[in-house]
């Protein structure tokens, strides 16, 4: 079972997440309209490991795009002035571009592992947490405990509150 | 920030989707013009083109390169601002930046598209174009990456992937809040374009880290790009293309007609989408100022390609530095000084920075100058190189000066579609510029 409930202000939403947060909830969704840094303090987000995949991305880029343009050299020779087969200052060129491609992509693939997205299946949501209502989510919440974070977000002025069935 | 009040955050979703989910008659019939004009003055002079050879062209066997390259560099340029200013102003965290980034990278987006196309028309045999990939084959044949011009594939390809990305990954909360307005069809594609994004504080925090990565990497991804496409000159030992100066000017004169062409898309979003409220006067005149200091710094470069061409004191480079200044083609480049260098100037005065109008005739101007800037490098160098008797001009036919009309018509589709398509404005970051939710507020 989840329990939402919708605020109208920043700080209720806050103060409840932490209520909800120091009541022993831990299973706890905070949907904005806007990216809140005070959220993700409350939640305890701190580096992201996007960065990881950021860095693996580029060094993986570094080494396939030089391996790329060495490799490809090798199997169709193409003498030119009697210059070196292997040349390094135009190889770098082809390694930092394909340091920045890899980088990118696997940003994009870091973002989608750590954030979980995409996830089309239904959620707890409430559409007008897109436009100007800050939304707290509680998750997995034990039918007894239901009554008491109800209490908790109503108690921090919670313009609506609703009860959802969670997917199996 | 805003010229007429602050909105609310429900006013900022309803004014920007109110653009996507409402569609007049005028929209349609502007889309069906450019699209006409593509199709005619593009799309049909190509198709000939291909039946009949790049002989239909004006180039010739002194000028092997014409308008249709110096069209990719200006398209490329062109592009340079959108994803670029945009990562800039990310980093930097300013704040002028959130109303006007989007429209500015989906330029970018699109010049490139339009550049790339200008490499399929000069290319001839376009049905060959996959030969310059490193895709195996059954000739065994790889592409040589000791020459620019592969280096060019491989930028362009980079930069149009990653500004893809950079636009898209910033849309995904717009993406959200177009899915939560609308129903049907509509909603269900928008589910899949935002992922099923919800706006959770996970999902706000990973998307902060990644595009400020995304940003990063464009950055220097950017300035790679235009100085790539400058060696496709400069690495040549042509008089007028042989300058160590050219990358800098290339990027210079790239991040300018770019910032110009952002004033023009400004222009057009506030007057056709009615974005007065969102694209006001701090955006204006901050562009303004960028364009003195960037017109400053390209006339500095300017001067220096001049003197140093001199400076060198070979016959051949004089004999170009001539043909550029008093042959002809000179009346078009004293056009680009006075476009490019003299016009700008006119925006010290803040009367000017502050006119919606007046911007938007010296950015037209400025891009007139770019375009020509473009034209005069490639149609004043090689026409000139080293013997007299390889001496020739190159004047672009009927083809080529209607493909270069056309390309306008297919930057002009692109955007009228993504403006239908994607938030023209970025809905959560204007929302970040606004009072917070709070009571105190």
Same mark, same amino acid.
């Given at each position: 079972m989840a329990i939402m409930g919708t605020f109208a202000f920043e700080e209720d939403f806050l103060a409840v997440a932490r209520s909800l947060q120091s009541s022993g909830f831990d299973n706890i969704s905070l949907l904005s309209p806007l990216p809140l840094e005070e959220a993700q303090e409350?939640?305890?987000?701190?580096?992201?490991?996007?960065?990881?995949?950021?860095?693996?991305?580029?060094?993986?880029?570094?080494?396939? &795009?030089?391996?790329?343009?060495?490799?490809?050299?090798?199997?169709?020779?193409?003498?030119?002035?009697?210059?070196?087969?292997?040349?390094?200052?135009?190889?770098?060129?082809?390694?930092?571009?394909?340091?920045?491609?890899? &980088?990118?992509?696997?940003?994009?693939?870091?973002?989608h592992f750590v954030s979980g997205l995409p996830a089309w299946r239904d959620r707890p949501y409430w559409s007008s947490a897109s436009v100007d209502r800050f939304v707290v989510v509680v998750e997995g919440v034990a039918a007894e405990q239901l009554a008491r974070a109800e209490a908790i977000i109503r108690d921090a002025g919670a313009d609506e509150i609703r009860h959802v069935e969670e997917e199996q | 920030m805003f010229d007429h009040g602050e909105p609310s955050y429900a006013d900022v979703n309803k004014d920007v989707l109110s653009t996507m989910l409402e569609t007049?008659?005028?929209?349609?019939?502007?889309?069906?013009?450019t699209m006409s004009v593509a199709g005619i003055c593009f799309f049909m002079p190509w198709i000939y083109q291909l039946f009949v050879g790049v002989g239909a062209a004006g180039m010739n066997r002194n000028?092997?390169?014409?308008?249709?390259?110096?069209?990719?560099?200006?398209?490329?340029?062109?592009?340079?601002?959108?994803?670029?200013?945009?990562?800039?102003?990310?980093?930097?965290?300013?704040?002028?930046?959130?109303?006007?980034?989007?429209?500015?990278?989906?330029?970018?987006?699109?010049?490139?598209m339009t550049a790339?196309?200008?490499?399929?028309?000069?290319?001839?045999?376009?049905?060959f174009v996959h030969w310059s990939f490193p895709i195996p084959n059954q000739m065994g044949l790889w592409p040589n990456f000791r020459s620019p011009l592969m280096f060019d594939v491989m930028a362009?390809?980079?930069?149009?992937?990653?500004?893809?990305?950079?636009?898209?990954?910033?849309?995904?909360p717009d993406f959200a809040a177009v899915r939560d307005a609308s129903t049907g069809m509509r909603r269900r594609l928008y589910t899949i374009f935002s992922f099923g994004w919800r706006g959770t504080a996970r999902e706000w925090h990973t998307l902060g880290w990644a595009y400020t990565f995304f940003a990063v990497f464009v950055i220097p991804l950017a300035v790679s790009v235009h100085s790539i496409v400058s060696w496709d000159f400069?690495?040549?030992?042509?008089?007028?293309?042989?300058?160590?100066?050219?990358?800098?000017?290339?990027?210079?004169?790239?991040i300018y007609s770019g910032t110009a062409g952002i004033v023009t898309v400004m222009y057009c979003l506030r007057k056709f989408l009615g974005f007065e409220r969102y694209i006001g006067q701090v955006h204006l005149d901050s562009l303004g100022k960028l364009l003195i200091t960037l017109s400053l710094i390209w006339s500095y470069i300017n001067i220096l390609e001049l003197f140093s061409g001199w400076y060198g004191g070979t016959s051949f480079e004089l004999e170009a530095l001539k043909f550029r200044l008093t042959g002809f083609y000179a009346p078009l480049y004293w056009e680009m000084i006075l476009f490019c260098a003299f016009v700008p100037m006119l925006m010290l005065s803040k009367k000017i920075r502050w006119s919606w109008n007046k911007m938007l005739l010296v950015s037209v101007l400025i891009n007139i100058g770019m375009l020509t800037e473009r034209f005069i490098i490639v149609a004043t160098s090689q026409p000139r190189k080293f013997l007299p008797d390889a001496f020739g001009y190159y004047v672009p036919?009927?083809?080529?000066?209607?493909?270069?009309?056309?390309s306008f018509a297919i930057f002009a589709t692109l955007f009228l579609i993504f403006i239908k398509w994607v938030p023209a404005i970025s809905i959560y970051e204007v929302k970040e510029t606004l009072k917070p939710l709070r009571r105190d507020a």
């Open positions: 409350v939640l305890g987000l701190g580096k992201s490991p996007v960065r990881h995949y950021s860095l693996a991305g580029a060094i993986l880029g570094a080494i396939s &795009g030089f391996a790329m343009a060495v490799g490809t050299s090798l199997v169709f020779i193409l003498p030119t002035g009697g210059r070196a087969i292997i040349t390094i200052p135009p190889f770098l060129i082809i390694t930092y571009e394909m340091t920045i491609l890899f &980088g990118v992509l696997f940003t994009l693939l870091g973002f | 007049g008659p005028r929209y349609w019939m502007l889309l069906g013009g000028a092997v390169w014409g308008s249709y390259l110096s069209n990719f560099i200006f398209w490329i340029g062109l592009s340079h601002s959108g994803t670029l200013l945009s990562a800039v102003l990310h980093i930097t965290n300013s704040p002028w930046r959130k109303a006007i980034y989007r429209s500015a990278e989906a330029m970018t987006l699109f010049s490139l790339a196309l200008f490499v399929m028309v000069h290319l001839g045999r376009v049905w362009i390809t980079t930069y149009l992937t990653a500004s893809s990305i950079f636009i898209y990954m910033g849309s995904v400069a690495l040549s030992a042509v008089p007028g293309f042989h300058h160590t100066i050219f990358a800098p000017y290339f990027v210079t004169g790239a036919s009927w083809i080529e000066i209607s493909i270069t009309v056309g």
